[in-house]
């Protein structure tokens, strides 16, 4: 790709904001390349669920859930601390109809996916309003499409190929991709972008690097920024005091390292790194990376001292601002016995395997409580006395401590026989303890956009021909994780009103 390339719109990234904006783009007559990093598209959205929360669409509606726009504006407002309210309007606005949008093509169908919202608060919806895209097989798709859809997390690590039915955010990628090139769209992969093309004081493209050279692709109407953030990049991290640490986070190895956003910060756009970061703890892997995990069904996460500090069964997120919020909880240790044959009694995307796990000493394995301790440099006096408060909540159904069981996230995925589902006590020997560190499924913190999802300046004045979506742009939800598919879903609208502002 010697010469230099263009269309109306430049999407650069590939995840479900930027094939969101794409598609949208590319439906409408906008001739659209989406310029992706690496060879397969889709990133971190690819290994996720697939939920995306927009509010108040038909999809809700046809499940027969107590859903609406106005529910879930109450429910911001209880949760959210000092947020944009003109942006949040636009959000809320234009969820449903983005959803009835997308809806109208036959490339795209979205079901109600059960899943508790994580915070009590007025507005909240019972086992939630998350949705998802349904599941697409591989052959019921055109060859390239499969080709390029990003596997998910756990064999993509282990450079295998996706499975035969995609689901979760494979499916997302996978029927946005579908639509895209029925419209004529055109993917550009393994092109790094690392600038901006200006025309005066607009932007007109992108400047990207091949083996052969730098090369740029123009674009006549406009950029859409939806690339990732930066949780790739040890220096950014540090620089915006971004918790854990690179070889832990979710991201596809090699990708969002925040090049363009600091391209966009470099000729003049407004950044907000108060919101940080979307956490989870994260079961660390022999090979030194972390993998998200939730669902604890039984067993106690204890700091460097043998303690306890938090509710296990928290949303994840709030469960890794815990882990953050003390150096002696980073690595943590998860305590558990074998009532479960010696996995893990959690959902952890990927798991590994667990011999591999105790040969590396990300697991430890002991007969006594006392023995373990031992293993995991913890006073054995605490670690015991740690394990028989638990057990003790366990037999009364009450978490004096920390209040596990008392919300319906928590017992959403226990199934625990006691008084509690969520309490179950550790108490078959052997015991188990797996090492626990910081992981996260992206940084939050980007450039600062308005309600058409521009980019703005210092001063709000928006910077003609570029726009950011996802975690490129400044969450419009703050430090806040509202609920299942809140990444995806805020990425989608804003990526979608781009292109709107594109189209007038």
């Not at 999802?453 to 742009?473: F, K, Q």
Request: hydrophobic fraction near 40%; aromatic fraction near 8%.
């Amino acid at each position: 790709m010697s010469e230099a390339r263009e269309y109306d719109v430049v999407v650069v990234g590939s995840g479900g904001g930027a094939m969101t904006g794409a598609f949208l783009a590319q439906k409408a007559g906008l001739s659209t390349a989406v310029v992706e990093k690496t060879s397969l598209l889709g990133g971190t959205s690819a290994y996720s669920g697939g939920a995306c929360w927009l509010p108040g669409s038909a999809v809700q509606q046809r499940a027969g859930i107590a859903d609406s726009t106005e529910s879930a504006r109450e429910y911001l407002r209880a949760i959210l601390v000092e947020p944009d309210e003109t942006r949040i309007e636009a959000f809320l606005a234009h969820a449903p109809e983005l959803v009835a949008e997308l809806e109208a093509d036959p490339a795209l169908d979205f079901e109600w996916l059960p899943f508790p919202e994580y915070y009590d608060a007025p507005g909240r919806v019972s086992f939630g309003r998350s949705i998802q895209p349904t599941n697409v097989k591989r052959g019921d798709l055109p060859p390239e499409v499969g080709g390029l859809v990003r596997p998910p997390v756990e064999r993509d690590r282990l450079g295998e190929g996706g499975r035969n039915t995609l689901s979760g955010g494979q499916a997302l990628i996978a029927r946005l991709l579908d639509g895209f090139l029925r419209e004529g769209g055109t993917v550009l992969t393994e092109l790094p972008v690392t600038g901006f093309v200006l025309d005066g004081d607009r932007v007109g493209g992108v400047a990207a690097m091949t083996p052969e050279g730098p090369v740029e692709v123009r674009a006549r109407r406009g950029v859409l920024l939806a690339a990732g953030g930066f949780e790739g990049n040890a220096a950014l991290r540090e620089q915006h005091g971004v918790p854990g640490d690179v070889a832990w986070t979710m991201a596809p190895a090699g990708t969002n390292t925040g090049e363009p956003i600091e391209a966009a910060a470099a000729i003049g756009a407004a950044t907000d790194y108060r919101g940080v970061g979307w956490f989870c703890p994260g079961l660390e892997q022999p090979d030194g990376g972390g993998s998200f995990t939730l669902g604890f069904r039984s067993g106690l996460m204890v700091d460097q001292r043998g303690q306890r500090y938090a509710n296990e069964c928290l949303p994840y997120d709030r469960f890794g601002r815990e882990m953050a919020a003390a150096p002696d909880r980073i690595p943590s240790w998860f305590v558990f016995d074998s009532r479960e044959g010696g996995r893990l009694p959690a959902i952890a995307m990927p798991e590994g395997d667990p011999a591999a796990h105790l040969e590396a000493g990300t697991w430890v394995r002991a007969d006594s409580l006392a023995e373990l301790a031992g293993l995991i440099g913890v006073p054995p006096e605490v670690l015991s006395s740690t394990v028989e408060r638990f057990n003790g909540f366990c037999a009364s159904g009450v978490d004096e401590d920390f209040g596990r069981g008392a919300d319906e996230y928590d017992t959403f995925f226990a199934g625990g026989e006691g008084p509690n589902k969520a309490l179950t006590p550790c108490d078959q020997a052997p015991f188990y303890a797996a090492r626990f560190v910081l992981s996260d499924l992206g940084t939050k913190g980007g450039l600062v956009t308005d309600e058409h999802g521009r980019v703005v300046r210092p001063d709000g004045t928006p910077i003609a021909g570029l726009y950011a979506a996802g975690n490129s742009a400044a969450s419009v939800f703050g430090a806040v994780y509202p609920g299942p598919g809140a990444p995806l879903g805020s990425a989608m609208v804003f990526a979608s009103l781009a292109v709107h502002d594109l189209r007038a």
